[in-house]
T-cell receptor, first 112, second 117 residues
Framework: AQSVTQLGSHVSVSEGALVLLRCNYS??????LFWYVQYPNQGLQLLLK??????LVKGINGFEAEFKKSETSFHLTKPSAHMSDAAEYFCAVSFGNEKLTFGTGTRLTIIP | EAQVTQNPRYLITVTGKKLTVTCSQNMNHEYMSWYRQDPGLGLRQIYY???????DKGDVPEGYKVSRKEKRNFPLILESPSPNQTSLYFC????????????????FGQGTRLTVV
């Protein structure tokens, strides 16, 4: 069965510091990988996705993620955190069918 | 504007009183699904629909019903709500994640916060 694990339910970083949110998946077939962001009282919004091709994927708001097959990882990074990045982030995986399996989420807090 | 619309946004009800949460999308998407979000558990799929009149169970279907009579609408029905169904619910739609539609994404509604007392 497909699964995705997000390490760290809460992450705090200082404004201007590097943001690193971790995501690992388990699979025996190539996955499609997604990061979604949820701002308070809102639905989920797609940040970025990997389907095929270049393993370094750039998304909105300066975020990027790298698909590393050997490590079964798809960590989300941003070089410099901004106060507006405070939100909950979800990693999700699909294996070529319609079903999205979500991780448990990481709440990102930005310290002024 | 492309969007998924859920109603209501907030709902407080009593145990056993049937309720329906509506979901409508204006993007002509084939695939629609319902999720519930609970702290520490992330989003779990309740039901999904691959097209009109085609629905199937997700990971946590017990206590829920759905229907897909029209492509744009996918209501979630709780015939006899119980307190353990208190949660935040999201409807989502997408073209398809099957091969050939790889450049698609799931669009989410704003969520419905349901409290069952």
């Amino acid at each position: 069965a497909q699964s995705v694990t997000q390490l760290g339910s809460h992450v705090s970083v200082s404004e201007g510091a590097l943001v690193l949110l971790r995501c690992n998946y388990s699979s025996s077939v190539p996955p499609y990988l997604f990061w979604y962001v949820q701002y308070p009282n809102q639905g989920l919004q797609l940040l970025l996705k990997y389907t095929t091709g270049a393993t370094l994927v750039k998304g909105i708001n300066g975020f990027e993620a790298e698909f590393k097959k050997s490590e079964t990882s798809f960590h989300l990074t941003k070089p410099s955190a901004h106060m507006s990045d405070a939100a909950e982030y979800f990693c999700a995986v699909s294996f070529g069918n319609e079903k999205l399996t979500f991780g448990t989420g990481t709440r990102l807090t930005i310290i002024p | 504007e492309a969007q998924v619309t859920q109603n209501p946004r907030y709902l407080i009800t009593v145990t056993g009183k049937k309720l329906t949460v509506t979901c409508s999308q204006n993007m002509n998407h084939e695939y629609m699904s319902w999720y519930r979000q609970d702290p520490g558990l992330g989003l779990r799929q309740i039901y999904y629909s691959m097209n009109v009149e085609v629905t199937d169970k997700g990971d946590v279907p017990e206590g829920y019903k759905v229907s897909r009579k029209e492509k744009r609408n996918f209501p979630l029905i709780l015939e006899s709500p119980s307190p353990n169904q208190t949660s935040l619910y999201f409807c989502a739609s997408s073209l398809s994640l099957r091969t050939g539609y790889m450049n698609t994404e799931a669009f989410f509604g704003q969520g419905t916060r349901l409290t069952v007392v």
